[in-house]
C-alpha cells in the first residue's frame, strides 16, 4: 500500500484523533487514535524518530565520530535537523482529499486498541493499527508503512492535532509536545498534596 496522503484532525465532539490516509491507488483508511493510545504512542514515536531517523542510512563516518555511539542528545539534535530538513519537502498545503474507492477497513473508522512500531532496514518503520473490541469477537487491523519524510510529517501532524487536545504537557526543546514524567514531579508532603472533592 502506498500512501499519497495522511490527515491527522482532533474531533473535540468525540474527544479522538482521527488519522485517515488515502493511497495511490484510491484506497481510503480512517483510524480512530483515542488518548490513550496517544499517550502511549506519543513517546514511542519520538523515540523511533531519534534512534532510527536520526542519521541517515547512506552517513558516512569521517573517522573521527561512530555513527553507532552517539549519545541521545546528539542523536536528538541530529534528529531535529533531520525533521526540519525533511518537512521542508513535504506537502502540508495541499488539502486533504477523501476518495470515494475501496475502503478496506470499512466506513467505520478502526478503533486502535494495540500498535506496534517495527523500525526496518533502508530507514521504513511499519506501524501497526489494531482495534480487538471483544477478546473472543473479531478483529481488524491495517499496516502503514511509512519512510522517513512520512515518519516526520505524522509526528509534525500529530503535533498540531495534540496541541488542540490539551492531552500533553507544553513543548519540549525541539518544539514538540512531551508527556509529563513522573519522576520530574517533586514529592509533596501530604499536607502540601492538592485535594479533590466531589
Not at 72 to 99: C, G, H, I, W
Not at 128 to 154: I, N, T, Y
Request: hydrophobic share 40%; net charge negative.
Amino acid at each position: 500500500m502506498n500512501i499519497h496522503q495522511l490527515s491527522v484532525r482532533y474531533l473535540p465532539e468525540q474527544d479522538r484523533i482521527l488519522l485517515s490516509v488515502n493511497t495511490t491507488d484510491g484506497q481510503e483508511l480512517d483510524l480512530w487514535l483515542t488518548r490513550r493510545m496517544c499517550l502511549a504512542l506519543w513517546p514511542q514515536l519520538n523515540r523511533m524518530t531519534i534512534d532510527h531517523f536520526a542519521v541517515p542510512a547512506d552517513a558516512k563516518s569521517d573517522g573521527f565520530v561512530d555513527l553507532t555511539a552517539l549519545d541521545v542528545n546528539t542523536r536528538k539534535v541530529l534528529a531535529d535537523f533531520r525533521r526540519q530538513e525533511l518537512l521542508q519537502s513535504a506537502d502540508f498545503k495541499t488539502p486533504y482529499r477523501a476518495n470515494s474507492g475501496p475502503r478496506p477497513l470499512g466506513h467505520a473508522p478502526l478503533l486502535a486498541t494495540e500498535i506496534t512500531m517495527t523500525p526496518s532496514t533502508g530507514q521504513q518503520v511499519a506501524i501497526d493499527f489494531k482495534e480487538q473490541l471483544d477478546p473472543a469477537g473479531s478483529s481488524r487491523s491495517v499496516q502503514l508503512a511509512l519512510q522517513a519524510q512520512l515518519v516526520f510529517s505524522l509526528v509534525q501532524m500529530l503535533a498540531q492535532a495534540l496541541e488542540h487536545t490539551q492531552w500533553l504537557n507544553p513543548v519540549d526543546a525541539v518544539g514538540l509536545p512531551v508527556l509529563p514524567n513522573p519522576v520530574d514531579e517533586p514529592i509533596l508532603p501530604d499536607q502540601d498534596r492538592p485535594r479533590y472533592l466531589n
